[in-house]
Every structure is written in C-alpha cells, then in structure tokens.
C-alpha cells in the first residue's frame, strides 16, 4: 500500500466519522432513543470504518518500516540457510556469491544425521571430535541421532564432512546417513527480500533472516494493537464522536464559561 492509499484511508475514516457527528447535530436532545440511537450508529459505523480503512493501514505499517529502513540503512542483514550435501555445495554458494546484494557467504556448521549411536559412544565422539579435525570448534550429538559441528569460517564443507563421516566411521561404526551445510549469507538490506527468494532456486533452503531491519519490523508487530482491539476502539471513538455532535452546545457553553471565570481571575 503506497503512501497515497494510507492518505486516502485516512481520509475516508474522518469523513465516516463527521457523517456521524452531523447526523448527532440533527438529532435534538430530546429522549433516550435519540442518544441510544446516536451510540449504536457512532458505534457501527466506527467498526466498519476501522475494518475497512483503519486496519488495513495499520496491517501494512510493518511493510512501510522494511521499505524506509531498506532505503536508508546501511547496516547488514543475516541469512541463514541449509545446503544439502546431495548436491555440489561449493556450487550453490559460488552462485549466491554472484546474487546482487551478497556481501559474503560464510559456512558456519554442519548437521549430520546418522544411524543409531549406542549408548555411552556419544560422550566418547564429543570428546574427540575437535581434535580429529582442525576445522571442528563445537561437537554436539542430540537425541535423535543427529550431529550439531561448528567449523570454522571458510572451512571447506565438503572435505570436513568427508572427513567427519571417515573419523566418525572408523572410530564407532556409525554411519552418517545424511548430512546439511549451514551457511551464513551476508546481505545488503536493499537487496535481502530479493535474494531470500531466489536462494531456494540456487538449491538452499531459507532458514531465517537476521538484522536490524528484522529487529525493528518484530517490533513493530509487537506493539501494534490486534485487530480485533483496533477495529473495537475505533466503533468507541465513532460513539465518543456521536456524542460530542448531541452535547457540543453544552460543551462550547462549559468552554465558554471556563474561559470567562479564568479571564475575571
């Protein structure tokens, strides 16, 4: 939604709003189903003029926040994603490198899942694992037989996971049935919402985006109201509206007055 459309939302919310405070002005002050009547139609009215015209606007501000700060930030994005090894994984980063916005492309671990580890083997491969490989920093076997490797930046992937699966092999029987390349892709903000769609192209899978710019479009989602809670304050605002339109004599004459004592004083 461009800027123009916010305005004319804008716009058309207020003029549903001074219909119900005309409308107020023509309903003389002379019963109760006036009033109730000037409530429910303030209220009806706001709610249709807040799921209409206020929440879309209010849907699309985090939209507006990535489109300001892409322009005008320099700072980086982070974009983390898994290589399968079934495929050449030097290739796929070559190519991300040549995307339009890549600054860098970094390997920052590996995940291996292998056939069941007996008990007590995997306190022993935690151990030496770092040791067998120079490009090894973190070893971390889980639960369901799966291997967490941190490695070194710039460490080749392909060469450290056929080392691991040689080590791993040799030192337990264990064999890696399938393994992942963690990388990092480092971005300019301009350019991240491009390259994030192109990279599953490229054969690597999105894991996450990380940055300032998605640090401050999460914020902005936190602290907006639901829309459920927009839509119901604005049905509240329409009735406040509608009831200055019945009470405004009584208002403008209580203003008066309160000018008038405090100008004596």
Request: charged share 15%.
């Amino acid at each position: 939604m461009g800027t123009l459309a916010v305005f004319i939302m804008i716009i058309l919310f207020f003029l549903l709003l001074a219909f119900v405070f005309s409308t107020a002005l023509l309903t003389p002050l002379i019963g109760k189903k006036n009033l109730l009547f000037v409530v429910a139609l303030g209220f009806v009215v706001g709610i249709i003029g807040g799921a209409f015209f206020i929440a879309p606007v209010f849907n699309d501000i985090p939209g507006m926040v990535r489109g300001i700060h892409q322009s005008t930030s320099d700072s980086p994005e982070i974009i983390e994603a898994n290589i399968s090894t079934d495929v050449d994984v030097n290739k796929v980063i070559s190519d991300i490198k040549t995307l339009e916005g890549v600054q860098g492309v970094e390997t920052v671990g590996i995940t291996l899942k292998t056939s069941p580890i007996p008990p007590g083997w995997w306190r022993d491969l935690e151990s030496r694992a770092t040791t067998s490989n120079p490009n090894i920093t973190a070893f971390k076997v889980e639960t369901n037989n799966t291997i967490q490797v941190n490695t070194t930046p710039g460490a080749d992937p392909s060469s450290t996971i056929q080392n691991l699966k040689d080590w791993i092999m040799l030192v337990s029987g264990i064999d890696v049935t399938y393994s992942i390349v963690r990388v990092q892709v480092t971005v300019d903000p301009s350019q991240v919402d491009v390259v994030a769609e192109k990279m599953p192209q490229l054969q690597a899978v999105v894991v996450s985006v990380k940055g300032p710019l998605e640090d401050d479009v999460a914020w902005i989602r936190e602290t907006l109201p639901n829309q459920s809670s927009l839509i119901l304050f604005c049905g509240f605002v329409g009735v406040l509206v509608g009831l200055a339109g019945v009470f405004i004599d009584s208002i403008l004459q209580g203003w008066q007055d309160f000018r008038g004592r405090d100008k004596k004083e």
